[in-house]
């Protein structure tokens, strides 16, 4: 299954949920203030968000005003273009070594994150090693074996209360033994004690930097797309403490809140790296803005 296909699947309770209110909007014969009234319901029943709905129609307004628009039909080819462009950011491609750490609250689905990765990093060729740097959570090691069980590849653990940088440290130094290739780190997630957590965050992202210099380093927060709004607070919550280099949206396919998605570019100023849209071992994928929208338009 194509991109495209997996990802107009996965936002299919979005759109159900979008599509009859923006036909509405859309079948106006005028582009008058009941119009953009119904625009506006459409954009915030997909969990949009105030702000970025109130921003993407101030920018709507002003370019149907300078291309002089009449038509809705026009209208929602500017509003298609606008939407795209408000997403679509410039990603570096990866070098290698490539470390990923993915950060974010428990239940999120960080760890089933990582085992996706790792396998799509596999089927590309790569070698990976898995870092089980939450130590926090029960059987947060266990769960992660099992799915580096299933992507093949190795997990470096430590019992459960050790320090997480600690692993991290193991994890490098077995990854610069065996030359691999790519480092996924696995984190705790408990915003209940926000300052230790940070603080061990950073003591990882210290560790990275000093036993990897070369490594590029990119640091991902793990959203959870059912949460809609909550998923934007809690990118605040992060993004105070520690940089972030881009969001991993989970659970996208069961969710009518994807409209999210501009909520955290327009309010965080975040890309959306890749989008779990899915079940299955390879259903993460890279997000894309134009085959998003189209998708939901």
């Known amino acids: 299954m194509g991109f495209f296909q997996k990802i107009k699947d996965g936002i299919k309770k979005t759109k159900d949920a979008f599509s009859k209110k923006l036909f509405f909007a859309f079948s106006a014969r005028s582009l008058d203030d009941e119009f953009y009234e119904n625009l506006e319901e459409a954009l915030l029943t997909a969990d949009v968000g105030v702000t970025a709905t109130e ?27 606008l939407m795209i462009e408000d997403i679509d950011f410039d990603i570096p491609e990866y070098e290698y070594p490539l470390v990923i750490l993915l950060s974010g609250v428990n239940g999120v689905g960080k760890t089933t994150a990582i085992g996706k990765l790792a396998h799509m990093f596999k089927e590309q060729g790569k070698s990976v090693v898995v870092a089980a740097a939450d130590t926090f959570r029960a059987a947060a090691s266990e769960q992660l074996e099992i799915w580096g069980q299933r992507a093949g590849v190795r997990v470096i653990r430590h019992d459960e209360g050790a320090d997480p940088a600690a692993v991290v440290f193991d994890a490098i130094s077995s990854a610069k033994a065996r030359g691999n290739d ?101 259903d993460l994928i890279p997000f894309d803005a134009t085959d998003f929208i189209n998708a939901l338009l």
């Open 182 to 282: 790519v480092i996924l780190i696995d984190t705790a997630g408990r915003l209940h004690n926000k300052k230790n957590l940070m603080a061990e965050l950073q003591k990882i992202c210290r560790v990275v930097g000093r036993e990897l210099p070369e490594a590029d380093f990119r640091k991902f927060l793990v959203l959870d797309a059912t949460t809609g709004q909550n998923a934007v607070s809690q990118a605040q919550i992060f993004s105070e403490d520690i940089e972030t280099d881009g969001i991993i949206l989970t659970k996208l396919d069961g969710t009518a809140k994807g409209g999210v998605v501009l909520a955290i570019s327009d309010e965080i100023g975040l890309p959306v790296v890749y989008v779990g849209v899915g079940e299955k071992i390879d």
């Open 55 to 81: 921003n993407l129609i101030e920018e709507l307004k002003d370019e149907i005003f300078k291309q002089k628009a009449k038509k809705p039909d026009e209208a929602k080819e500017i509003l298609r273009r």
